[in-house]
């Protein structure tokens, strides 16, 4: 793949933000019947036999060295679970648009450690573009008149989410040099449970037991673990492996504009002038942002 066909490298981390879009969505539903530690842990129990099929039937399944075990475990550690726990407890106490613009702020931590430890580039024009995307999610949130007041333990759980998540793209980007994307996202997501487990255990396992399961109930779970756990992170992850940390990580921009269109077709939100103007201009970020750097790397 080269530059003169940037879209191709450009659609896999799209696709990732539209999936990570409809999971504000699919939380809202599925906390109609389940407890965020709950839904955690059917969310990886459905997609780690997922990830270890699909990656043994394509034989991309590395084995792990001894000495980097302990990677993968702290991998594991940020995300999924603490990123999980932050996202699952913070988004039932807040808005989906609101939580999205949250994680929209993972761009503006990125680029401190890509730069300092990995040396990543980051020029002004991509602050510029980050910070005019930053405005124009301001502007979202202005326009959104439903949205309700917000839980201070709320907004520091989706704040924990978002640091867990930079603290993720570091360890990635040390190990995609030597494992493929499926061997990182599998390991991954199995140290993440073994995290949960525990957690689970005290806090929601006599809740779970004692609860009449539908298939119905499980339909949001199901949609959370095949395309928000399984090919999100895999897309993501091979993105990073790419196109770098800190460019990978700016397109989580998009999250809260993907969730704001969802959310008008699904939940049928009310968009006003200034909802679809912080749209335009997040949109106008981004590519300031990426038209910049592919003119100076082109």
Request: overall charge positive.
């Amino acid at each position: 793949m080269n530059d003169r066909r940037p879209i191709y490298k450009y659609l896999p981390v799209i696709l990732a933000m539209v999936f990570w879009s409809f999971s504000f969505i699919w939380y809202k539903q599925v906390f109609e019947y389940y407890r965020p530690v709950t839904v955690i842990v059917l969310r990886l129990v459905i997609a780690i036999p997922l990830l270890f099929i699909l990656s043994l039937v394509l034989g991309m399944l590395q084995k792990i060295h001894p000495g980097i075990v302990k990677c993968f475990v702290l991998l594991g550690f940020f995300e999924p679970f603490l990123y999980f726990m932050g996202e699952c407890y913070g988004m039932n106490l807040i808005s989906p648009s609101l939580g999205a613009i949250i994680i929209s702020l993972i761009p503006l931590m990125a680029p401190i450690p890509a730069r300092y430890l990995f040396r990543e580039k980051f020029s002004m024009a991509n602050y510029i573009g980050l910070f005019i995307s930053l405005a124009g999610l301001i502007l979202v949130v202005s326009g959104d008149r439903g949205t309700k007041p917000v839980a201070i333990a709320g907004v520091f759980l989706m704040l924990l989410a978002a640091v867990s998540a930079v603290c993720h793209s570091v360890i990635v980007r040390k190990l995609a040099s030597r494992y493929n994307t499926f061997t990182i996202v599998t390991y991954q997501s199995l140290f993440g449970l073994a995290f949960i487990i525990p957690v689970f255990g005290y806090t929601d396992f006599h809740y779970f037991i004692r609860q009449h399961h539908t298939f119905a109930m499980m339909i949001p779970v199901i949609k959370l673990a095949v395309f928000a756990s399984t090919i999100a992170f895999l897309l993501f992850v091979y993105s990073i492996s790419n196109l770098g940390m800190a460019k990978t990580n700016v397109f989580v921009n998009l999250i809260p504009v993907f969730t704001a269109i969802l959310s008008f077709f699904i939940i049928h939100e009310k968009f006003g002038i200034l909802k679809t103007g912080g749209i335009l201009v997040v949109v106008s970020g981004l590519i300031f942002s990426q038209v910049h750097r592919n003119r100076k790397t082109g």
